[in-house]
Nanobody
């Protein structure tokens, strides 16, 4: 599975950004996707995940109600819509997918994911 993340950039606090993750190499409808982020000088952390049919989504409390993950199986992409951005959302954002179909039980554990995109930087200015 190859993943390509895009859509990052510089945005002011309170603004919005939409990230996209294009997947290839396997039937897209069998690929679960998660987003992680790595703030400067910090560890990579879970941001959102979506299962193969789009019906199950998970978010940590830090982004819930501000971030929305969705998938478009016709375009082989998963999007992460982010609104109400804060300076602490500044990070490199990565999309990831597990080797097995579906989301892992530990969906927020980065060690459960085998394939990673190259990352896209989101910078939120105050």
């Amino acid at each position: 599975v190859q993943l390509q993340a895009s859509g990052g950039g510089l945005v002011q606090a309170g603004g919005s950004v939409r990230l996209s993750c294009a997947a290839s190499g396997r039937t897209f409808s069998s690929i679960a996707i998660a987003w992680f982020r790595q703030p400067p000088g910090k560890e990579r952390e879970f941001v959102a995940s979506i299962n193969v049919n789009g019906h199950t989504r998970y978010y940590p409390d830090s982004v819930k109600d501000r971030f929305t993950i969705s998938r478009d199986n016709a375009k082989n992409t998963v999007n992460l819509q982010m609104i109400g951005l804060k300076p602490e959302d500044t990070a490199v954002y990565y999309c990831a997918s597990p080797r097995v179909p579906g989301l892992p039980l530990k969906f927020n554990d980065l060690n459960e994911y085998d394939y990673w995109g190259q990352g896209t930087l989101v910078t939120v200015s105050s």
